[in-house]
């Protein structure tokens, strides 16, 4: 009875173990097949990712994109956890740099041979003969000589103030041993501040002894004229063209451009002194004591026209104006000053085409002014006119370098 009841229990048994390996390969097939199915669409969103995108996605974006369809093949997983990229670290800020360290120094020396190769080396009194106001060397029995020995140390203190000192070192002393004339004195040009009370300098206050604004060539700098001196019929305004008191200048942005343009394909120009100026001083002139309690007025304007419109492309015409008024008092022959002065009033025009390779130069100007009088020995106040016209070309290239090539025409009528 035992042997028969025991037979059946045995077949059950291993029937239910065969239905439970067939439930287990049917679960298996299944799983395989939905991860299958699963690598399949990750594929696809991987090949539509890289066919849409526009450029490639950082690292941190892609992983992120990725992350559900890895939790979704591997549901029982841990969400991975990305790893935290530092920023990188800015760079430190220059140090800025002290106001000592933002001032530069610059000079030039001009020296000269001079001879007169024509005309009257000397002269009885009331003959004209060959001189000039502006260089003290051009005489009868002169050679070599220092016109100018310039040194200049000039920076910005801040951004809103900057200063220009300069000396001259070849200054002529007259009367030291029994009437000799002594050289090589120091003797101050320049000495002023620049106020800036806006941030782009397009205008600016100068305070100090600087150039004054009257005349095109007086404000040109030494080193960039092409004639050795200036004409007397400006330059008789301003002898020295400097003088102590408060200058306005304002430069339109449209101004600095062309005058920047210009400057930098190596043009010589009068220097910033402003589209427009307005300046009062003392009006006795360089390193002169003032002596009638009256100040000098002076205004200036002056425009670049770029003539690009009419076929001159790059071509610059600049044109302009000044005006200046004062009582002067002159020194006399017999030593000291006047005690009577005199109106010294004018106005003037400049018109200037830059050499490209030709251009002209010229510049008149009309007023009253004191004269000596040789009939009466006496000073007197009498009318005035003169200017110049300057033809002059530009060689950039040639065995000697770049120069320029000039020719000058001047008139002067007055004191």
């Known amino acids: 009875m035992a042997a028969g009841a025991h037979a059946p229990v045995v077949a059950q048994s291993s029937a239910a173990t065969e239905a439970g390996e067939a439930d ?65 670290t800015r760079a430190a800020a220059p140090t800025r740099k002290a106001w000592y360290e ?48 310039r040194l200049v140390v000039q920076g910005d203190v801040n951004d809103h103030v900057s200063i220009y000192l300069q000396p001259d070192f070849a200054v002529a002393v007259s009367n030291q041993t029994a009437g000799e004339r002594r050289e090589g004195f120091v003797q101050l040009r320049d000495a002023y501040a620049d106020v800036f009370p806006t941030g782009d300098k397009t205008f600016r206050i100068r305070l100090g002894q ?54 930098a394909d190596g043009q010589k120009l009068f220097g910033n002194y402003g589209a427009f100026g307005l300046g009062v001083f003392n009006g006795q002139g360089i390193n002169r004591t003032e002596t009638n309690d009256s100040v000098m007025t002076v205004a200036l304007v002056t425009w670049p026209f770029e003539l690009d419109g009419l076929g001159l492309d790059g071509q610059v015409l600049e044109l302009g104006g000044s005006a200046i008024r004062n009582r002067f008092n002159p020194e006399l022959r017999s030593g000291g000053v006047s005690p009577v002065s005199f ?49 002059m070309g530009r060689v950039k290239q040639s065995p000697l370098g770049p120069f320029y090539p000039f020719a000058r025409w001047q008139y002067y009528r007055g004191g």
């Open 102 to 149: 933002k001032l530069s120094l610059r000079g030039y020396t001009q020296m000269r041979m001079n001879e007169i190769v024509s005309g009257d080396s000397t002269a009885p009194a009331g003959v004209s003969r060959l001189r000039t106001i502006g260089d003290s060397g051009v005489r009868d029995n002169s050679n070599f000589s220092l016109r100018r020995v």
């Open 210 to 263: 600087a150039k004054v604004p009257y005349g095109w060539e007086n404000l040109q700098s030494s080193s960039n004229r092409l004639a050795l001196d200036r004409t007397d019929a400006i330059n008789s305004a301003v002898p020295g063209e400097r003088d102590l008191g408060i200058t306005a200048y304002y430069t339109p942005p449209q101004v600095r451009k062309i005058w920047d343009r210009l400057s």
């Open 343 to 391: 109106k010294d009033n004018r106005a003037g025009v400049h018109a200037v085409l830059y050499p490209q390779p030709i251009g002209l130069q010229t510049e008149w100007n009309w007023g009253t002014g004191p004269e000596f009088d040789p009939a009466t020995g006496q000073i007197e106040q009498r009318s005035l006119n003169g200017g110049y016209v300057q033809a």
């Open 24 to 88: 287990q390969a049917r679960t298996i097939a299944d799983l395989q097949r939905q991860i299958d199915e699963l690598k399949a669409v990750v594929e696809q969103l991987k090949a539509a990712q890289v066919a849409t995108a526009p450029a490639p996605a950082p690292a941190g974006t892609a992983l992120a994109q990725q992350q559900p369809v890895q939790q979704a093949v591997n549901p029982t997983q841990p969400t991975p956890v990305l790893a935290q990229v530092e920023a990188p």
